[in-house]
């Protein structure tokens, strides 16, 4: 079955990356445009078999984007759906009015998401559960309850890496700041620990230094999963520290639970 193609026409960087991840995680195909302006040209040159589109953006706005599509004996039939956090009585009757196929609310919940995707689709356009990259072999759960802490300063890395863990098996438990974390490692004493680099308060290495620092914890795998740091020093710093995998973000999900069951073993 051929992969439906997603465009995501969102102006906030967190969120397109939330739903592209997510999107992508489920087997979508994904299109991204910072606005409604290159969404436009997107849509018209792409021919996606759906459209998520916010509705305030600079450029062209979500209704204006909708507006032109459906305007566009080319374009109309593909849905245009709105993906916004209602504010006001009355918006959504107003968004259905003004051409919109349907709606998404904000906050997007990941467990949620792909099925409020699909219901706009074709059966046969719709993901199923997440797939596995051909390269990478089928990955059985842990032989035994695994705990994973992760800690990241950016809440919906989180929420990524819990939705990615959990179907699997892995007890996830998470941590926003190098204290909590530590915390958290220290009562729980995990089989497993993913950090990030840069942080608004400390930094992994820092982390790491304390984990090793501890005959009780020393002994944890430990891997870095990074957006930012991606120099030559970093990756050296970060493995010469004791870290068994330094990861670059965004990676595909089968990839990274591939990583992490090899630490494991």
């Known amino acids: 079955m051929t992969k439906a193609l997603v465009l995501i026409v969102e102006d906030n960087p967190i969120n397109r990356e939330l739903m592209d991840y997510v999107l992508r995680a ?15 040209d ?7 078999d759906l ?12 209704f204006e984007f909708t507006r032109l599509v459906k305007a566009d004996p080319q374009l109309k039939h593909i849905p245009v759906i709105a993906v916004t956090a209602f504010a006001m009585v009355g918006d959504r009757d107003r968004i259905l009015a ?10 997007i919940d990941p ?4 099925g409020a995707v699909n219901a706009f689709l074709p059966m046969t356009r719709r993901a199923a559960d997440p797939p596995i990259s051909p ?8 032989a035994k309850p695994t705990t994973v802490v992760a800690l990241d300063d950016t809440s919906f890395n989180l929420e990524l890496k819990r939705d990615l863990l ?11 700041t190098m204290a909590e974390a530590w915390h958290l490692v220290q009562t729980h004493r995990p089989d497993l620990i993913i950090s990030d680099v840069g942080m608004a308060e400390g930094n992994g290495f820092d982390f790491i230094r304390c984990v090793k620092a501890d005959p009780a914890l020393r002994h944890i795998p430990f891997i870095f999963l990074s957006s930012t740091h991606w120099d030559e020093a970093s990756q050296h710093l970060g493995l010469a520290l004791g870290a068994l995998r330094y990861l670059r ?7 990274l639970l591939a990583q992490i069951q090899a630490c494991l073993s």
Request: charged residues 20%; contains cysteine; hydrophobic residues 35%.
């Open 26 to 40: 489920h087997g979508f195909d994904t299109l991204n445009a910072m606005d409604g302006g290159i969404g436009l």
């Open 42 to 48: 997107m849509i018209r040159r792409e021919r996606p």
């Open 51 to 62: 459209v998520l589109c916010d509705i305030q953006m600079p450029v062209v706005d979500g």
């Open 98 to 107: 003004s051409g919109f196929d349907g709606y998404i609310a904000k906050p």
């Open 111 to 114: 467990t949620q998401f792909v």
């Open 135 to 142: 390269s990478q072999p089928v990955l059985a759960p842990p």
């Open 166 to 176: 959990r179907p699997h098996g892995y007890r996830v438990l998470t941590a926003s």
């Open 249 to 255: 973000r965004p990676m595909e999900p089968a990839e």
